[in-house]
Every structure is written in structure tokens, then in C-alpha cells.
């Protein structure tokens, strides 16, 4: 699975990813060598010449295309579905204020979803009286759940907390026999699973440029499928919401750039357009391949450890949980830091969650491995 | 005025200064030194140690309490009445969506303000029913217009159009007086004149870090009075929007942190925070009185131009506005800019906008009048 890539190569192109055992890719990712460049060389063009003019403004407009020409490789999709947000929250955020709702409107989400998704969804139920129904994580509970009053099915691609992989094609023909739309959070899924958003069957999809694209912070996208993008209004419109460089009157976008986060810090847009370019070289298709690979090779040590408890979700991801009875997560993620070890806790479920990427070799699984032993 | 002031050392911090005549930080500021240092010095943290681990959530930590502390000092105000955005126009969405409101209810505010404004009233008045009423930009049309339904008054503190400053603590008596909140849209103010937000009398005051505050792009601040806070919503909610570090359950922030855009670039709080401290270090009321004294020069010596027509608005600011009969704004900007003079128009008021800051001098302004002569 790795013949095509040169892995000694790649991970001197990302040496925070070799200081430690890197396995946190789910919350920020490491940032390779040509985004670093391509951030110092923006900077250097804002301190030096600066950002007005009509230099100014090309570099602008230039970097902006750059993103979203990127993003829209990671999805496999045309740069008009795309719109560019500061995170895969905004997307959640942007799509649940974007719909028009009346009291009663039911969503359906699961138990695992994370607070990025959650936390909009609790404000909409408070300010516009729609139900939030939360369910387990499996195609049957969801299929039970949508009623006559669903409108939308807002589900993770792959969850935080255990990283199970979503059957998002069937829980989306699910919601559409019912007329209900179907919003994927792709935190985790983004980068870490190729995948081509059409293809999935859901409408938005959205996901973040600082995790397994790794790329800076503040950076993500929103796919919206063509025919779901007409019923959404501009929620948090801004200067750019509306096309104001091709004529001399302000023109509605009729493409999902009308739904843009605005005010993107532009040093962060050289920097996960240089990151996304960089990936492509790598073929996102056989980083994935190499990160699943690994993550299983991770399950198969972790399974001959017997102080461990492993999460095993039927369709697993890159993404590996596991319990370590009598101990605390914090203190397990505290102590494996001290070995050299990167992983998180997920605090909600008594988890602790390596996130294997591409990057990572065998040496860094065996390092956790005895961490945790 | 300058006598505290160092030019010759100040400029050179500020190398794109003065490559041009650089008289546009209404569109974006200078980036100086310390801010371009910082932002490199982030980058290579970020590059070869990571963003993960005790060291990198120190890191997001203190960066996020340093753009606080600094914005605070901007407006003179308790680090608890600031929420951290991304622009001047985050802000406005952030208040408007985070009201409560009734059909019918009315938002006052004037012919003159930016899309960053208007384009989230429009679309309150599309989907929640409000109407909005635009006045001529004097206290006396703003208060004859407000009535009984009137819940916000929306206004600039300097007009981005022809750089009138708005009696702002008299139009928010007029409108308390009335039950009226009043929303200040500062993104020609802060950095460009000298202000206490309490001393303002308005209730949420927004600005932005990359114009007259000279910092990256995708940074800026919303102040909210301390009695306004309580009836906000959290419109826009992401995973800090409760604090979630200070024990095992995330706890409701009391503070207009919950306020907090999600998902800032950390290299650009870093790019802030340095801005505003050099800044600092300037006197943010020296450098505004040089760039008053300055615009005033200007104001001057293009009333002696026979083919411009001024703007002179009763309380001018750092904005000096012009017309030039006979010739497009667009065409003069371009003319200006082969001269090496950066000024931008404003299409809708038919207007050319010099924008006049502490970093010009004498020279600066010579080379504009020049060039539009």
C-alpha cells in the first residue's frame, strides 16, 4: 500500500510530525513544509508591499480561487459547490440558519455527534422551537426516527468519539424517501477518507482544512449539492456575499460562494491551498489507503493488550478508541504525552482517541502501544 | 503633534507604507514589523513543534488571551466585554442574529453605511419581517425617525463614505430614551480616532484589526456593554462558546466571550496582538491626533485644487472624500495608483476616499493632490 509513497520524504516535510508520536490528527494536523513556505511568502508580500493596490487585490482574488480549487479536490467536486468557512462548525452553523424552520420541525442527529454540530442545533431549538431528536449512530435508529415533521438528518461522515464510518448513502436515500435534506459534519472525515461528495447522497457536507488536510487553522469548506443550494438564504452575509467585481451593480452569486464565511485571514488561504497541493502530490487517495492501513495494524496491537478495551465499530475509520479500565482518560493522554505520545480524550464517552494518519509509521503505533501498556 | 512620534523609525516598520503613498487603511492597514515578526515566529512553532500537546493548547490559549487584552486596550474597556471576531462585519451579524425579534419590529439606521451593515439588516427584514429604515446620517433625522417599534439603532461611527463622524453618545440617548439598543458599526473608527466604548453610550461597538489597527486579515472585536450582554444569544455557536477548560462539565461563559467567532487563524491573533501592542507603544491618541492634524492638512490643500469638489462633512475625520468632476472615480484611483498614490473610490457615492493615518506625512499628501490635479 505504501509503494508509491516515499514516507521518508514526507515526513521530512513535516517535522512536528516526528517530534512526537503524532496521532491527533482529528484536532489539528501537522503543517507541511510547502504550506509553512507559502505563509511566510504571503506575509512577506503583505509586510513588504502590502495588501491594496491592484497587486493587492489579484493576490486576494488569486489566493481565494487557489482555496477553493483545493477544497474542491479534497471533495471531488466543481469549485462552484464549494464555499470557503473558518471551520467545519461554520458549516453546520451556515446550512442550520441558512433553512427557513417553524415550531415542530424535527431534526434527527445521533448521541455522538460533536459540539460543533450539537451546539447549533441547541440554540435552534431554543430560538425557533424546532425538536431535536437524538438517536443512536446506526442507519435502523435514524430510519426509525424520520417522521412526517423531519427536515433535516444532520449526522457526522465519521464520528469523533469512536470513529465509526456512517452509512451516509443509505441514512441520505433514508431522508430523501421522507423529503428531508441531510447535513454530514466530515471533521473527521474530510482528508482522512477519500471520498466524492456526490457521491455520498447528502446535500451539504462540511469539513476542515486544520485536521487531516493540515493545513492552519480558521481554514474549511461547504459542498452544497446543486439543488439544495437554491432554498438556502446568505445567513451571515458579509461585502463578498455578493458578486461585487464583475460589473458595476452588486450581482447575486448563483453558485455556493454566496454562502462564504467572510474575512478568511489570506496568509491562511496560501497556506491550506499550499497544503491541499501538496496532498494532491501525494494522491489523497493513497495517503487514505495508507492511514486506514495503519489504523487497523493499531486495532490489531491494541486487541493483544489486556488492559486495554477497544472500541470496535463495524465500519471502522482512521480514527481508534479504546478504554483503559481504572484509569482515567486524562490521565492516560497526559502520561502517553510524557512517553512522546500525541493522542486526545474524548470526554463525554471515557475515551481515548488516536487519530492514525498517512504520516504516521509502525514505530509510532508501537510507541503507544507501550504508553498504554 | 508629532512631537512624541519617531517618523523616520516608525516608518520603517512599516516598509509598504512607504513604498506608495499609502492612504487606504480604510481597505487594510500597513502590517508593521512586530506584527510580521510574530506571525513568522507562530508559523514556525506551529511548523516544527506542532499545535498539539500541553505546548500547543498553552500556545491557542494564551494567543486567544493576548488579541483580548489587546483589543480591550483599543477600546479602553474590561477584557470581559470583548468577543474576539473576524471582522467589523462579524460583529454586526453577531448582534443582529443574536436578538430576539417580532415582525414589525423597526431598525433605524442611515442612507450611508456598508454592506457589512446593511447586507445582514436586508436580510433581517427578508426573513424575520423588520423594517428597516434608512435616514439621512444626522442626530436629527435619526431621531425623528424612531419610534415605538424602533428596537436598534444601527449606525457608523465614521462614515465609511465620506468620513463624517456621527454624534454617537447623543444618538444613543435619543435612543435609549426611546428602549432602543444601538449598534455601532466602528470599522473606520477603531484605530482611526481615539475612543472610550463606554464613553460612547451605545451598547455593542465593532471594529476591525486589519484597517486602521494595522493587523492581519480576519481579525476583529465586538464590545458589548456589560447590561446588553444578558439578553444576546449565542448566534453562531461553536465549541468555546461555553468554557469547557475550567472543569469536567463545559460551564455557560457570563462574559461577551460567549460571543466569540469560532475557528480565528491562530497565526493572526498572533499578527493582532503584536499590532496593537507596537501600537501601544506609539500612543494610540498620539497617532490618532497626527493623523487628524494630518487629514486636516489635506483637507486644506485640496480645497486650494480648483477641478475638486471636497466633502466636508461638520465633524471630519481621518477620511477625507472628493469628487472630481468630469472624471470616474475608478479612473482617478487608477491614475493615482500609476503615480504611486493608493486611495480607493466608493461607486455608490460616486467618490474618491483618501484615508489618512499616522504612518503619512507631508509628502504623502503633496503626491495625492499632485496626482488628482
Not at 489539528?28 to 513556505?37: C, E, N, Q, R
Request: glycine share 10%; aromatic share 6%.
Amino acid at each position: 500500500m505504501t509503494a508509491m509513497i516515499d514516507l521518508a520524504r514526507l515526513r521530512g516535510d513535516l517535522p512536528s510530525a516526528t517530534t512526537h508520536a503524532y496521532l491527533n490528527a482529528g484536532t489539528f494536523g501537522p503543517v507541511p513544509k510547502p504550506a509553512a513556505d507559502a505563509m511566510r511568502e504571503h506575509l512577506e508580500e503583505a509586510y513588504i508591499w502590502g495588501r491594496i493596490g491592484a497587486r493587492g487585490y489579484a493576490a486576494w482574488d488569486g489566493l481565494t480561487a487557489r482555496a477553493r480549487t483545493a477544497f474542491a479536490g479534497v471533495a471531488g467536486c466543481p469549485e462552484d459547490e464549494i464555499a470557503l468557512t473558518h471551520s467545519t462548525t461554520d458549516g453546520c452553523n451556515t446550512v442550520i440558519w441558512a433553512l427557513d424552520w417553524s415550531p415542530g420541525d424535527e431534526v434527527i442527529t445521533t448521541t455522538d455527534e460533536h459540539p460543533g454540530l450539537t451546539a447549533p442545533l441547541d440554540e435552534l431549538a431554543l430560538r425557533q422551537g424546532v425538536v431535536i431528536r437524538e438517536v443512536a449512530p446506526t442507519r435502523e435508529a435514524i430510519a426509525a426516527a424520520i417522521g412526517e415533521r423531519t427536515r433535516l438528518v444532520a449526522i457526522s461522515h465519521v464520528l469523533w468519539t469512536d470513529g465509526a464510518v456512517l452509512p451516509v448513502p443509505e441514512i441520505s436515500a433514508d431522508a430523501h424517501a421522507a423529503g428531508a435534506r441531510v447535513l454530514v459534519d466530515g471533521a473527521q472525515g474530510g482528508g482522512a477518507l477519500p471520498f466524492r461528495a456526490a457521491d455520498l447522497g447528502c446535500d451539504y457536507y462540511t469539513y476542515s482544512g486544520q485536521k487531516w488536510l493540515c493545513g492552519p487553522s480558521g481554514t474549511g469548506a461547504l459542498w452544497v449539492a446543486p439543488d439544495a443550494l437554491g432554498e438556502l438564504h446568505t445567513p451571515w452575509p458579509w461585502y463578498l456575499s455578493r458578486d461585487r467585481r464583475s460589473g458595476p451593480e452588486p450581482q447575486e452569486w448563483t453558485i455556493a460562494r454566496r454562502l462564504d464565511a467572510g474575512a478568511v485571514t489570506l496568509t491562511a488561504f496560501a497556506g491550506i491551498a499550499a497544503a491541499l497541493e501538496w496532498r494532491a502530490t501525494l494522491g489523497v487517495e493513497e495517503t487514505c489507503a495508507r492511514a486506514a492501513a495503519l489504523a487497523g495494524t493499531l486495532r490489531g496491537l491494541l486487541e493483544e493488550v489486556d488492559s486495554v478495551e477497544l472500541e470496535t465499530p463495524a465500519a471502522p475509520s482512521t480514527i481508534v478508541a479504546f478504554r483503559v479500565p481504572g484509569r482515567e482518560p486524562a490521565d492516560v493522554v497526559t502520561r502517553c504525552e510524557e512517553l512522546g505520545v500525541l493522542v486526545r480524550q474524548i470526554p463525554t464517552h471515557g475515551l481515548v482517541r488516536a487519530s492514525v494518519a498517512f504520516w504516521n509509521d509502525e514505530r509510532d503505533l508501537e510507541r503507544l502501544v507501550d504508553a498504554v501498556r
